[in-house]
Structures are given as structure tokens and as C-alpha cells.
């Protein structure tokens, strides 16, 4: 009878064990969202956030609410370039020493995906978030897109606090703005200004296909190195930008500052988020600013606008029927006034979607539709392929029961090695890959992400099948 009870007990004990642990990896592994855009997240979340009475502004100018609600979501983050960032050898740090830099970031979701500028992250070995309660945190890079200076990265974290996007079409020249940032490793500054100018373009983006798209937020407040990847935020607390350079002669702020407007951030971390990859969509035609002397140059009968020196063969301009010498007007029954203003409209878009475009020809007004197409000229959009075989490594996912069994979040099974660089450095079949310097990694997408950028040294972390642990160093 005793025997029977006892045996009773140990399954009862091994079922509730097993459920625990479901629960457990349930909660806590990562398989990537559910969504495939930042905005409806938001949304979503922001049903269950009571209004801030404070940010109804009755009388004059409030500062107060705006900063204090956005500051919490805004981060500090930490590069290191050159040498490999992470070592089993205690002696690389004094062998092969690294450079340091870092800049700020925007939490723009409750589940840890972080907006900052490309230039900030670009080449690190290593992306440290430091949010403002100083809770640290390994970012992993989920895309970057350097023509428009923006790049997507996620931490694993919960409930954090997050920015929402607001309106960067409505508002306008002269309303109150504020800048939040890390100046100088100066944690959590805010600073005030005004709108000063919109779709300006200081020349700053280089793009080996000419597909740089500046259209900035210009404003007068006080924006200086390390502020790069922070929010511009209105008075409401809602992202309106995401600061990105200065005007200066000095390295310093010298009164004006640039940020890239949400309306541009929504759809490349969208595009991002969900294909890995910007999904740009091309009008195909090469364009000027329309100017007095190119008026009469050209006997246009406008002075304002985009004239169209060439349209490519095949393009979308093509097909609908631009023809060189038309003057665009209008996106999408939007004005565009020079071409920053239309390559942001147009940058909005993916291929595959159609814009209007309203121009002028020989004085007589005309529209066309036009269907968009990518820089090969197809109107697919194309998600980013991921790889199963890195280097003589055939890779797998880990059987979601094998993540149970072993409590782990998430991981990369090495199937097989047979030759190449994980050999070399000692990585042996059936071994988990759990971390890649201290970033967690989930699945096969995410290992591709992180080696894309490593050069150097790099640090692996896991977990053998049967439960043994192992840090390897890998020269990549």
C-alpha cells in the first residue's frame, strides 16, 4: 500500500514538474512576434494605458509632461568596434584593444524593439542598451538600412516602457519640440526648440545606388554628439523623429539640428520587422529640383516642383507614361515642393503598391498611376533568405520539446560540422548555440543576423544535447 502511495507521488510530482516547465519556456521563448508591425503593437498596448491628463495642455507651454513621459523609453547604447568584443582569453583586451562609442536609442515597443540610427550601430562587435533605470541589456541587430540612416534592434526584455508614434505630417514650422538623448554620455538629457524647417536635405546620406533618402525634421534644439538615435518627441509625448545629425563646424551643436521624421521610421521598421530587409519601392527617374533659372531654362510655367531630367527603361515611371521634361507636383494628391519631399513620399512605399502622381507637361496638368518596382526592376517583395549551412555547419531549430527538456529560451542545433571554421574552433555535433556575445539567439534567422556583422574573435555560448555546457572561441 505504502510502495502504491509512494509511486502515486512521484508521478503526480513528475506531471506538475513537466507542466511548470512548459509554462516556464512557454513565457519565456522567443519565436519572434506575432505581428508584423510596430504600429498595431502599439496600438494594441495603449488600450490598456489610462490618459495622462497632464498632457492636455490648458494654458501656455508644458515641457513637463512630454519629458517625463518619454525619458524612461529612451536608451543608452554602448559600441564596441575592432579585436572582438568578447574573449575566453583574459589577455585580449590588453592584445587586441577595442574602440568604444555610443550614442541613443528609442524603445518603440512593450517587448523590447529599439529604433536608432544606423551610424551608431554600424560594424560594432558589440550593442550594449542601457535603459534609464540602468538595466543593462545584449541587443541584437534585426536590420539596418543605411540610405535612410535607420536600423532595428531587440533586447530581451518585457513590459518596458515605449514611445508611440505620432504625426510627423501635421505638424508644423514653429511648434515646440523636444530632443531627448545621451549628449556627451550624458544620460537622459532633454533639451527644447522649435520646428525650424521639414524635408530638408543637408547631403549628409551616401548610397552606392543613389537611393539616399534625406527628407529631415529640422529644428533649433540643442542636439550634440551621442543625442544620435533619440527621440524628437512633440508635446504630447508622441515620436515625431528620430534625431540623426547637426549642422556644424565645430563637431558640436552650432543651432540646428536634423532628425528623420516618424512618418519614414514606421515603414522601414515595419519593413524590418518583417522581411529583414527594407522593401523599397522605385519610381525610376532621375530628378532635379525645379529652380527660377531651370524655369526659364525650360520654359516651365512653374517654380516650384520636381522636374524629371530622365526616366529609366522598364521603370514604373515608364509604365505609367512619365516622360523626361514632366514636372511632378504632387504624390499621392500630397505637394511635393523638391525632391526630398517626393523621395519620401515615394519611400513610403513597397514594391508592388501603386502612388499618383500629378505633374505638369508642356503647361497642362496630368495624373497617372504609377506601380512601383524594386531597384531589379520587379514589383516582388523579397524576403531576406536565411541560411541553414554557415561554414560547413548544417544548422537546424531545436525541437520546441528539446528547449523544454533543457529550459532553454530558444537556440540553434549544429547538426553536423564536416569543415570550415566551426570545426576548426572545436564546435561538435549536437551542440546547441544559445548566445553569440552575450546576445541571445532564438532560431537559425537570428545566428545569420548576428555572424553578418561579426569580423574577429567572437564568443559562443550553449549547450550540448545531453545537458553539458560549453563557451568556445571562434575566429570568424
Known amino acids: 500500500m505504502k510502495r502504491s502511495l509512494l509511486i502515486l507521488l512521484v508521478v503526480c510530482t513528475a506531471f506538475i514538474g513537466a507542466i511548470v516547465g512548459s509554462i516556464f519556456t512557454l513565457k519565456f521563448y522567443d519565436a519572434g512576434p506575432a505581428y508584423s508591425s510596430i504600429e498595431e503593437r502599439q496600438n494594441l498596448r495603449f488600450t490598456n494605458y489610462a490618459p495622462d491628463s497632464l498632457n492636455k495642455i490648458a494654458t501656455g507651454i508644458n515641457f513637463?509632461?512630454?519629458?517625463?513621459?518619454?525619458?524612461?523609453?529612451?536608451?543608452?547604447?554602448?559600441?564596441?568596434?575592432?579585436?572582438?568584443?568578447?574573449?575566453?582569453?583574459?589577455?585580449d583586451q590588453y592584445l587586441n584593444p577595442q574602440a568604444r562609442a555610443s550614442g541613443s536609442g528609442v524603445i518603440i515597443s512593450d517587448d523590447g524593439y529599439i529604433v536608432t540610427n544606423y551610424h551608431v550601430i554600424e560594424e560594432a562587435n558589440s550593442i550594449e542598451?542601457?535603459?534609464?533605470?540602468?538595466?543593462?541589456?545584449?541587443?541584437?541587430?534585426?536590420?539596418?538600412?543605411?540610405?535612410?540612416?535607420?536600423a532595428l534592434l531587440k533586447v530581451k526584455a518585457r513590459n518596458l516602457p515605449f514611445i508611440k508614434y505620432g504625426d510627423s505630417d501635421g505638424i508644423t514650422t514653429g511648434e515646440w519640440v523636444l530632443?531627448?538623448?545621451?549628449?556627451?554620455?550624458?544620460?537622459?538629457?532633454?533639451?527644447?526648440?522649435?520646428?525650424?524647417?521639414?524635408?530638408?536635405?543637408?547631403?549628409?546620406?551616401?548610397?552606392?545606388?543613389?537611393?539616399?533618402?534625406?527628407s529631415f525634421i529640422q529644428t533649433d534644439a540643442a542636439v550634440?554628439?551621442?543625442?544620435?538615435?533619440?527621440?524628437?518627441?512633440?508635446l504630447k509625448g508622441e515620436l515625431i523623429g528620430i534625431n540623426s545629425a547637426i549642422a556644424t563646424a565645430t563637431g558640436g551643436y552650432s543651432g540646428y539640428s536634423f532628425a528623420i521624421p516618424v512618418s519614414l521610421v514606421k515603414k522601414i521598421m515595419n519593413d524590418l520587422l518583417e522581411y529583414g530587409q527594407v522593401q523599397r519601392g522605385l519610381l525610376g527617374?532621375?530628378?532635379?529640383?525645379?529652380?527660377?533659372?531651370l524655369a526659364e531654362d525650360q520654359n516651365l510655367n512653374v517654380v516650384q516642383g520636381v522636374f524629371v531630367r530622365f526616366v529609366n527603361k522598364g521603370s514604373a515611371a515608364e509604365v505609367s507614361g512619365l516622360e523626361n521634361g514632366d514636372v511632378i507636383t504632387a504624390i499621392d494628391n500630397h505637394e511635393v515642393h523638391g525632391t526630398s519631399e517626393l523621395q519620401e513620399w515615394v519611400a513610403r512605399k513597397r514594391p508592388g503598391q501603386t502612388i499618383q502622381v500629378k505633374f505638369l507637361r508642356n503647361g497642362e496638368q496630368k495624373e497617372v498611376t504609377a506601380t512601383l518596382k524594386n531597384f531589379q526592376g520587379s514589383e516582388e517583395v523579397k524576403k531576406k533568405v536565411v541560411s541553414y549551412e554557415l561554414e560547413g555547419a548544417i544548422l537546424e531549430e531545436v525541437p520546441y520539446?528539446?528547449?523544454?527538456?533543457?529550459?532553454?529560451?530558444?537556440?540553434?542545433?549544429?547538426?553536423?560540422?564536416?569543415?570550415?571554421?566551426?570545426?576548426?574552433?572545436?564546435?561538435?555535433?549536437?551542440?546547441?548555440?544559445?548566445?553569440?556575445?552575450?546576445?541571445?539567439?532564438?532560431?537559425?534567422?537570428?545566428?545569420?543576423?548576428?555572424?553578418?556583422?561579426?569580423?574577429?574573435?567572437v564568443l559562443i555560448e550553449g549547450v550540448m544535447t545531453h545537458g553539458e555546457r560549453q563557451t568556445i572561441g571562434l575566429d570568424w
Open 285 to 293: 527617374v532621375q530628378i532635379i529640383d525645379v529652380t527660377a533659372d
Open 129 to 150: 542598451v542601457v535603459l534609464n533605470n540602468n538595466q543593462r541589456f545584449y541587443a541584437k541587430v534585426v536590420g539596418q538600412d543605411p540610405s535612410t540612416d535607420l
Open 179 to 214: 530632443a531627448i538623448g545621451n549628449p556627451f554620455d550624458l544620460n537622459s538629457t532633454v533639451t527644447a526648440g522649435i520646428v525650424s524647417a521639414k524635408a530638408r536635405n543637408i547631403g549628409i546620406l551616401g548610397d552606392k545606388n543613389n537611393l539616399q533618402v534625406e
Open 401 to 457: 520539446s528539446k528547449l523544454t527538456e533543457l529550459n532553454l529560451d530558444g537556440g540553434v542545433l549544429v547538426k553536423k560540422v564536416s569543415f570550415g571554421k566551426w570545426k576548426k574552433a572545436g564546435v561538435k555535433e549536437n551542440f546547441i548555440i544559445t548566445h553569440i556575445d552575450k546576445v541571445a539567439i532564438d532560431n537559425v534567422s537570428d545566428l545569420n543576423r548576428a555572424m553578418e556583422m561579426k569580423k574577429g574573435g
Open 64 to 91: 513637463e509632461a512630454a519629458a517625463r513621459h518619454v525619458t524612461p523609453a529612451v536608451v543608452h547604447i554602448r559600441t564596441v568596434y575592432g579585436g572582438g568584443r568578447f574573449s575566453i582569453n583574459a589577455l
Open 224 to 234: 550634440n554628439p551621442g543625442n544620435s538615435g533619440g527621440a524628437l518627441v512633440n
